[in-house]
């Protein structure tokens, strides 16, 4: 998931998590990715809804902007362990947020280093600060869901104009979007080459093949 300004998203982990025990999903492989679940639950048929999918990646924007994606603050899920990496400007940071007893913790490493940032706030306010896209950007180009208004439709005047403020300054990432369609397009053309080729071997052998009267 790469944004303008040398924003990469690596991958988000959930530990100890409604529906995950852990699990991780890579979030730069290059490529489009296609998301299935399977819910057990109806007698052991395949049903790809209701398997978490969409509440494991909410949990890229409540990570970011430290509000739940449905309902108010007091419903953010309190418990297990959240694992968000990210590079920014050449630096790899991880960001770990857990819960205990109720109680939340952050530890911030760039570069495999802990910074040592103990107080929540503080700590809080260093990753908004570091990732720094507005809410509308994260809407936006992040987390797409059909629950959430779009600021264009739900919002104000205000909302409506930093939106688009938001919104133009992100251009930037088409030049990332053509370069990776580019290169997925000769990885096809190339594929081609080789079963071409492949097939042309696979015919000339055929051609030696004796007669079967």
């Known amino acids: ?20 025990k852990k699990q991780t999903f890579v979030l730069d492989s290059g490529h489009i990715n296609l ?20 509440l494991f990646f909410s949990q890229i924007i409540e990570f970011i902007t430290d509000e739940p994606i449905i309902g108010v603050k007091k419903d953010k899920i309190r418990r297990g362990t959240r694992i968000l990496e990210f590079s920014k400007a050449g630096k790899r940071y991880k960001v770990t947020r857990s819960f205990t007893n109720g109680k939340e913790k952050i530890v911030v490493e760039r570069n495999g280093k802990d910074l040592e940032i103990r107080e929540l706030r503080e700590a809080k306010d260093f990753v908004d600060k570091v990732i720094g896209l507005s809410k509308e ?14 600021p264009l439709i739900h919002g104000d005047t205000a909302v409506r104009k930093n939106f688009f403020v938001s919104f133009f300054k992100q251009f930037g990432i088409l030049a990332t979007f053509r370069k990776l369609v580019s290169t997925q397009v000769d990885m096809c053309k190339t594929d081609l080459v080789r079963i071409e080729e492949a097939n042309g071997r696979m015919q000339a052998l055929k051609t030696k093949l004796p007669e079967v009267s």
């Open 1 to 20: 998931m790469i944004m303008s300004q040398g924003l990469v998203f690596h991958s988000i982990t959930l530990i100890d998590f409604p529906f995950f």
């Open 35 to 54: 998301v299935l679940g399977q819910n057990f639950n109806g007698g052991g048929s395949s049903n790809p809804n209701g398997a978490g999918k969409s």
């Open 137 to 150: 950007e994260l809407y936006t180009f992040v987390y797409l869901d059909s629950q959430v208004g779009h």
